[in-house]
C-alpha cells in the first residue's frame, strides 16, 4: 500500500475552500487526506495546533484501515509548512520525508502586521498564530534551530511571486541538506542567480507565466514531484530498504552558478507549458 500523504492546508483554509484548492495536488492518490489548522490558522498558536494536527492524521489513517504508526509523507503549505516541519520534528520514526510549499520560512511581514494591528485595537494577543509567523518569532527561532535534524528529509518549493513572502526569498530554507526547489521563468532564475548567489537552488520548475502563493499547489509539475517522492519511498518501504537515519549528516549542497548568471548544466530542470 502507497505511503499514506497527510496534507496540511494554510491560515484561514478550512471546509470547502480547502478542498477546492488542494484538489489537484490530492486527487492523484487516493491516500492523500487534508488537515486543516486549528480556528483557521488563527487564534490556537502553531505549538499548540500540533495536538489537533495529530488527532486528525491519526483519524485520516484509521479511515484508511491503517496502524497509527504507519509512516507518512507530510505535504504542507504556506503556513501549513511551518506546522507540518514542526510534526515531522515530533515524529521524526513516523514523517518519512516534509515538503513545504510557500513556507514562510523567514516569517511574514504581513502576519507580523495584522497580529500586532489586532493586539492594538483589542488590547489582547487574539491572533497568536499569526504572530507565530512574525520574522524572528519564538516560534520560528525554535524552529530554524531544530530543522537541521531532518533537513534531509525535507523538500521546500517556493516561487518568485510569493505575495505574501517579501522578498520570495524569505520562503528559502538555508540550511544544510534541505533541497530548494524554485518556481520561476528563465529570466527570474537567472536573475535569481545573480541576486542570491547564497540561497542554491537544487531543482527549477520553468514556467511561462506567474505561479503565485496561491497556485503552488495546483501546479502540475509541484503535484508531480511530489507523487515521485511517494513512489519512491512506497518502493523503498516494499523492498525493504532503509529509511535515513534523522542524525545522518548532510553536506551543504553546491552552489550551481555559472559566472554570467546564466543557469549552469547540472541542475534539475522541469519545463512548464503555458497554462
Request: aromatic residues 6%; positive net charge; glycine residues 8%.
Amino acid at each position: 500500500m502507497p505511503i499514506a500523504v497527510p496534507i496540511v492546508a494554510g491560515t484561514a483554509i478550512k471546509g470547502v475552500a480547502a478542498t477546492v484548492m488542494m484538489r489537484g495536488v490530492m486527487e492523484r492518490h487516493p491516500n492523500a487526506f487534508l488537515v486543516t489548522l486549528s480556528s483557521f490558522g488563527l487564534t490556537v498558536p502553531l505549538h499548540r495546533a500540533q495536538a489537533q494536527i495529530a488527532r486528525d492524521v491519526q483519524r485520516g489513517l484509521a479511515e484508511q484501515g491503517r496502524d497509527p504508526d504507519s509512516p507518512l509523507v507530510m505535504v504542507g503549505h504556506s503556513q501549513g509548512a511551518l506546522a507540518s516541519l514542526r510534526y515531522a520534528l515530533e515524529h521524526q520514526d513516523q514523517v518519512l520525508h516534509v515538503f513545504s510549499v510557500g513556507c514562510p520560512w523567514q516569517g511574514s511581514v504581513s502576519a507580523g502586521f495584522w497580529s500586532n494591528r489586532i493586539k492594538r485595537l483589542s488590547g489582547k494577543h487574539l491572533a497568536p498564530a499569526l504572530r507565530d509567523m512574525a520574522p524572528d518569532s519564538d516560534f520560528l527561532t525554535k524552529l530554524h534551530g531544530d530543522l537541521p535534524a531532518i533537513a534531509d528529509r525535507v523538500t521546500n518549493i517556493y516561487s518568485t511571486h510569493e505575495l505574501f513572502i517579501r522578498p520570495y526569498v524569505g520562503a528559502h530554507i538555508d540550511v544544510p541538506g534541505v533541497s530548494n526547489v524554485l518556481i520561476a521563468n528563465e529570466m527570474e532564475y537567472a536573475r535569481h542567480l545573480r541576486t542570491f548567489q547564497d540561497l542554491p537552488i537544487d531543482e527549477l520548475i520553468e514556467v511561462t507565466g506567474r505561479v503565485t502563493h496561491a497556485g503552488e499547489m495546483n501546479t502540475p509539475e509541484v503535484r508531480s514531484l511530489i507523487w515521485r517522492k511517494v513512489s519512491e519511498l512506497s518502493a523503498n518501504i516494499r523492498l525493504g530498504r532503509t529509511m535515513p537515519s534523522p542524525a545522518t549528516k548532510v553536506a551543504p549542497p553546491r552552489q550551481r552558478t555559472a559566472t554570467d548568471g546564466r543557469p549552469q548544466a547540472g541542475i534539475a530542470r522541469v519545463t512548464k507549458s503555458p497554462a
